[in-house]
Structures are given as C-alpha cells and as structure tokens.
C-alpha cells in the first residue's frame, strides 16, 4: 500500500510564474489536506478537501492559491505569479476519515 | 490565535533517559490528539494517537498521556535513542460544522546525546 505520494520533490518556479503541486492519497483515504511550512516555522494548515470538494479553505490565501481534488486523479495545489514569500515547504497529508492523517515527502518550493 | 502550543522549542536528553515532550490546548472541543516525527528534509510520520476518552496511549518507547481538566498531553520517549532526534509536532483534530482539520503545533526540536 503505498504512502501518500508528492510531486514533484524540489520545484523552482521565477518570480510570477505557476508553480503546481501534485498529491496522490493514500489507497482508500478521500480526505486530503495541504500544510505549508515556513523555515523554522510550524505547519500550517490551508485547505481540506474530499472528492470534487473543498470542504474548508480558511488557511488558503485569498489570491492566487487555489486548489482541487478531481474525481480522477491527483489532488493539485495550485499557485499563481509566485512571490518569493511562497518559498516553502508544502505538505499534503491524507486521512481514510476521523483518524491518523499521513504525510507525503512534501514539495520545496523555491521562487528565484 | 495558535491552538495548540508547544512552549519548548528544543530538548536535550541524554541517551538512555527519558524524553518528555509538551504540549497544551485551548480548545476543549478537540477530542483527538495526534503525535508527528519530523526529519529534515522528509514529510511529518505519524507516531501516536489518543482519544479524549482516554488518558494514556502507549506503543513501544512511546506513551502519550492526556489531561483534559488541564488541556495538556504529552509525549514520553523512554529509552530515548541518537535516532529519535528530530522536531516533534502535537496536532489536535478539530471539528466544526462537518469538517476536520489538524491543528499543529510549532515543534519541540529533540536532540538524543549519545
């Protein structure tokens, strides 16, 4: 059974270009989550989201960050003309329900 | 407004000894409690849980006891091993109006000396 899957590991995106974030969940978990750490900081909750849904998004910023969870496929974390405050750590962690959520390897966001 | 804290940022504990890490809540509609391992470089693992309807979870080296009255739990590590170093998360699973998400906590960084 394989973990939560994240990719790419290390992406480097220009100043106001699109960085995407993929995230497989684990097999039979439909709850997603997406964290973002700071250096030296803790991790941050931004969004929740099950199939087709985003179930509470109050960690997301306002603009330029959206994310989704198809029907098929991965769950994208999506971020627009990236600043070099996005530089980051960002976490996606799937849970089967109210129980153990388990984190991919996370992506390294860095904007240059 | 941060609803989980962990107020040690670092612990050093001799190989062999006890590690003790903290952590306190304030809200006391969290009912489930969540203990993460983080190493450089690599995504949060998952160590060990509690319900609020219990106080004391143990697996292994590893025992979380839980204080309700006081909104406090904590992570015991016994014997501590160079391994075991690492940043130390609590999360708290939150639930209002049909959503869940976990609460963490900034980190306790755990340093065995060998």
């Known amino acids: 059974n394989a973990g939560v899957m994240q990719n790419p590991r290390h992406l480097v995106r220009r100043r106001g270009q699109e960085a995407r974030l993929r995230c497989s969940p684990m097999k039979g978990h439909s709850h997603v989550y997406w964290y973002r750490q700071l250096p030296e900081e803790g991790l941050k909750f931004m969004v929740y989201l099950q199939k087709e849904n985003i179930i509470d998004e109050s960690g997301m910023p306002k603009e330029r960050f959206s994310a989704e969870f198809p029907k098929e496929g991965p769950s994208i974390l999506r971020i627009q003309q990236v600043v070099r405050g996005d530089s980051a750590a960002y976490f996606c962690?799937?849970?089967?329900?109210?129980?153990?959520?388990?984190f991919g390897q996370g992506t390294r966001l860095t904007v240059v | 407004d941060q609803q989980v804290k962990q107020n040690s940022p670092s612990l050093s504990v001799q190989e062999g000894r006890i590690s003790i890490l903290n952590c306190d809540y304030t809200?006391?509609?969290?009912?489930?409690f969540l203990w993460y391992k983080k190493y450089p470089a690599e995504g949060p693992t998952f160590l060990i849980s509690i319900s609020s309807i219990k106080d004391k979870n143990e697996d292994g080296r590893f025992t979380v006891f839980l204080n309700k009255s006081a909104k406090h739990l904590s992570l015991h590590i016994v014997p501590s091993q160079p391994g075991d170093s690492a940043v130390y998360f609590c999360a708290a699973l939150a639930r209002t109006s049909g959503t869940y998400k976990y609460i963490f906590g900034t980190g306790t960084r755990l340093k065995v000396l060998a």
């Open positions: 962690a799937s849970s089967r329900d109210r129980s153990e959520a388990f």
């Open positions: 809200n006391s509609m969290f009912d489930y």
